[in-house]
């Protein structure tokens, strides 16, 4: 299943870059949603796993991967990335889709719910929850801010290995794929985030009460993905989530940190399932 990839023109004129496998359209339409200052390509390799019979579209928020970046930082807010996503389903003539979202990308779909209630037929979240653990928050804002300019992607590959929790990359070739989408060379000829790191300025205010937002999601089929030592999703955030939606499907993996792949094979059979039952 190969991806074509295009530009959308954003409100004001930013280019978005948008990912899309088509595997037909029996199948309702899966729009994916990456974490912070990660890219559509992170689901790249999940596209082949469950996307038969159905589009799948990944995009790249602005200031991310491929898409333009902005002179103004607040440009970056989560209140003009979820209005992107919205104009990106209206260009793309997607409805009734199930959102998987990682992260970030994860509260973006309770904002969809909100902002939109019958776009949505279902949502996947990913190592996310209406409250971010402390230690995690902190360490995200210290990633994100950073520019370690490395001088090759060896260096890249070493210097997340050291850096990043507990992952499911059990390969060589599995970490140099990470690399790749974290970092590219500069004309400088060093590798730099690909993510204008002055997104970390709209890190450093308290996060609001979440909780409501994720009400959103009432109406709708979730499922929550959980990397078990997750320092962003606590346990103790899983067990409200789940008081709070008895129904909601979870899939948690033991010795897995922020955030899961979700090419992890008991991840991909959750996941076919849950999309087996919401059609």
């Not at 200031?63 to 919205?86: F, H, I, N, Q």
């Not at 060379?185 to 790191?197: A, E, K, N, S, V």
């Not at 609001?208 to 937002?213: E, G, I, M, N, Q």
């Not at 059979?269 to 849950?274: L, N």
Request: hydrophobic share 50%; proline share 8%; aromatic share 6%.
């Amino acid at each position: 299943m190969g991806e074509i990839t295009r530009h959308v023109s954003a409100w004001d004129g930013l280019p978005l870059l948008v990912g899309e496998w088509h595997g037909g359209d029996r199948l309702a339409p899966l729009l994916c949603l990456p974490g912070l200052v990660r890219t559509g390509g992170d689901f790249a390799a999940l596209a082949p796993l469950i996307g038969a019979g159905r589009r799948m579209v990944a995009i790249d928020y602005p200031g991310r991967g491929g898409s333009g970046r902005a002179a103004k930082v607040g440009r970056y807010a989560p209140e003009a990335s979820l209005r992107d996503v919205l104009d990106i389903c209206a260009a793309l003539h997607l409805h009734d889709v199930v959102v998987i979202g990682t992260s970030f990308g994860g509260l973006l779909a309770c904002a969809l719910a909100a902002a939109r209630p019958s776009l949505l037929r279902a949502v996947v979240m990913n190592d996310v929850g209406p409250e971010v653990g402390t230690a995690g928050a902190g360490f995200v804002r210290t990633f994100v801010g950073m520019d370690p300019a490395l001088e090759s992607l060896d260096a890249c590959i070493e210097f997340l290995r050291a850096r990043l929790p507990p992952l499911s990359l059990s390969t060589d070739a599995a970490w140099r794929e990470m690399a790749t989408l974290t970092y590219a060379p500069g004309p400088d000829g060093r590798f730099h985030p690909l993510w204008d790191t002055r997104i970390a300025q709209l890190l450093t205010v308290p996060a609001p009460d979440l909780w409501p937002l994720f009400g959103a999601v009432a109406h709708l089929p979730l499922l929550l993905a959980w990397g078990e030592v997750s320092t962003i999703l606590l346990p103790e955030t899983v067990s409200r989530m789940r008081a709070a939606r008895p129904d909601m499907d979870v899939i948690s993996l033991p010795g897995i940190g922020h955030a899961p792949t979700l090419t992890e094979p008991d991840v991909v059979v959750a996941i076919q399932r849950f999309l087996d039952r919401v059609g």
